[in-house]
Nanobody
Framework: QVRLVESGGGLVQPGGSLRLSCVAS????????MDWYRQAPGKQRDMVAR???????WYADPVKGRFIISRDNAKNTVYLQMNSLNSEDTAVYYC???????????WGQGTQVTVSS
């Protein structure tokens, strides 16, 4: 079993930046992919960014050029640097890890990001 814990959310003004962190602990399974998702009130949960174990990245169109996903495999941690934030980025942000060998997904509990003046 893998446990994921997010941190770094909060209230930020439009145009500001935040960095989210997600630390994995538990069974020691390698998380081949680590993703960030977000869910705004009344909306579905959407993937924001993905990073593979060896660092390949993918971004959803709304965040391209503003968000950067990275990971430190030695620390079992994935980060999401969020820049030029706007009100549409307001959501609960979730970390997800995926292991290829058993096809399992692991979710964190989420961290709230609010962009408001």
């Amino acid at each position: 079993q893998v446990r994921l814990v997010e941190s770094g959310g909060g209230l930020v003004q439009p145009g500001g930046s935040l960095r989210l962190s997600c630390v994995a602990s538990g069974s020691g399974d390698r998380l081949d992919f680590m993703d960030w998702y977000r869910q705004a009130p009344g909306k579905q949960r959407d993937m924001v960014a993905r990073i593979s174990f060896d660092g390949n990245q993918w971004y959803a169109d709304p965040v391209k050029g503003r968000f950067i996903i990275s990971r430190d495999n030695a620390k079992n941690t994935v980060y999401l640097q969020m820049n030029s934030l706007n009100s549409e980025d307001t959501a609960v942000y979730y970390c997800k890890g995926h292991t290829i060998w058993n096809g399992r997904d692991y979710w964190g509990q989420g961290t709230q990001v609010t962009v408001s003046s």
